[in-house]
């Protein structure tokens, strides 16, 4: 149980266009989201918390225009990189708080985003 | 704001050997609860072990044991009987035990590197 599921694992897009990442919940409601973003070699810097039906909560630096998260429902959060740049290569990973009576969160296989 | 400091960039150990990570941290909140995830080149986040501030007794999990200092904000990770398959990336990482939203989220350290020399 508590997997899971990001998509895609890899995607290259050309400067300036946008490209969508999803984060599903296979077998679980997840209440609670994050967007993590992590450099090579780096460790995982939380970009923004994502609440089922409300607005993202932004890490203090981190765009909201460029980074768009929808929380739609219970299994789906989606992270937006919009007009995209060379300098938002990285590699992102998605986690879901199993609420109420977990008390970790649960990771996404990460999506690696190349801009060229 | 809470801190997670990972001391060690990188490690090595001897197959079979037993390797101690370690991990400080600092908060002001009393209830909390600690982990550490490890990454695999996959780049796949596993959770090793966690442990509940509130708890005295230090977790284990097989070959994997912590040990939390509270006092001292210290909170170590031995691998024992070290096996190839342990070597990735070992994250320590601190979450409130606050209610709600972003209380739930993750602060992490730097990472220790793990290498398994057969």
């Known amino acids: 149980g508590a997997v899971v599921s990001q998509h895609p694992s890899r995607v290259i897009c050309k400067s300036g266009t946008s490209v969508k990442i999803e984060c599903r919940s296979l077998d679980f409601q997840a209440t609670t989201m994050f967007w993590y973003r992590q450099f090579p070699k780096q460790s995982l810097m939380l970009m923004a918390t994502?609440?089922?039906?409300?607005?993202?909560?932004?890490e203090q630096g981190v765009e909201k225009d460029k980074f768009l998260i929808n929380h739609a429902s219970l299994t789906l959060s989606t992270l937006t990189v919009t007009s995209a740049h060379p300098e938002d290569s990285s590699f992102y990973i998605c986690?879901?708080?199993?609420?109420?009576?977990?008390?970790?969160?649960?990771f996404g296989q990460g999506t690696r985003l190349t801009v060229v | 704001a809470q801190t997670v400091t990972q001391s060690q960039p990188e490690m090595s150990v001897q197959e079979a050997e037993t390797v101690t990570l370690s991990c400080t941290y600092d908060t002001s909140e009393s209830d909390y609860y600690l982990f550490w995830y490890k990454q695999p080149p996959s780049r796949q986040m596993i959770l090793v072990i966690r442990?509940?501030?509130?708890?005295?007794q230090n977790a284990t999990e097989n070959r994997f044991s912590v040990n939390f200092q509270k006092a001292a904000k210290s909170f170590s990770l031995k691998i024992s009987d070290s096996q190839l398959g342990d070597a990735a990336m070992y994250f320590c990482a601190y979450r409130s035990a606050r209610s709600g939203g972003s209380n739930y989220k993750l602060t992490f350290g730097k990472g220790t590197l793990l290498t398994v020399n057969p």
């Open positions: 986690s879901a708080r199993w609420d109420p009576h977990r008390t970790e969160a649960f």
């Open positions: 994502s609440n089922e039906g409300s607005k993202a909560t932004y």
């Open positions: 442990q509940e501030a509130y708890k005295q």
